[in-house]
């Protein structure tokens, strides 16, 4: 019989990066379900024309009434899960030198002083670490 590895206990960080990495994860499938549901609805839009069209012999108004009807009904509903997504991914602020790659150099005149690592801190407080850089908030510790 095998006798298996025992696994590390979980820490709290390594909990918080798991947890972060699913709700990004399960944001970016809602993301992807957005924009199936838009074509999807504009195409219901066109088989409806299409069915009026055939049914009514109005061709090619049926279509295009209800590419239009799709069109619209899609975008609307886009822009609503759109903000709704967006309010639950929660505030994302730029820094103040502007965005670098991450494999990116730096340059020579930039300093570490001062700045505390911030690989050990978890997600909420990188988030309120952030929100007090934006506000001018100096930490002196």
């Not at 918080?16 to 195409?43: N, T």
């Not at 103040?96 to 407080?125: C, H, I, M, N, Y």
Request: hydrophobic share 40%; no cysteine; net charge negative.
């Amino acid at each position: 019989m095998a006798v298996l590895p025992e696994r590390e206990q979980p820490t709290e960080a390594g909990n918080a990066r798991r947890a972060e990495a699913k709700r990004v994860d399960r944001i970016g499938w809602r993301l992807a379900g957005v924009g199936w549901e838009f074509s999807s609805q504009v195409l219901a839009g066109v088989l409806l024309g299409w069915g009026i069209d055939w049914f009514f012999e109005t061709k090619p108004w049926g279509i295009v009434g209800g590419a239009a009807a799709g069109l619209s009904v899609g975008t609307l509903q886009f822009i609503r899960n759109a903000v709704k997504l967006n309010r639950e991914m929660g505030p994302v602020t730029a820094p103040r030198e502007g965005w670098k790659p991450v494999d990116a150099p730096k340059e020579p005149d930039e300093q570490d002083e001062g700045v505390a690592p911030t690989a050990d801190l978890s997600p909420e407080e990188l988030r309120a670490q952030a929100e007090r850089r934006q506000r001018g908030i100096v930490d002196d510790d």
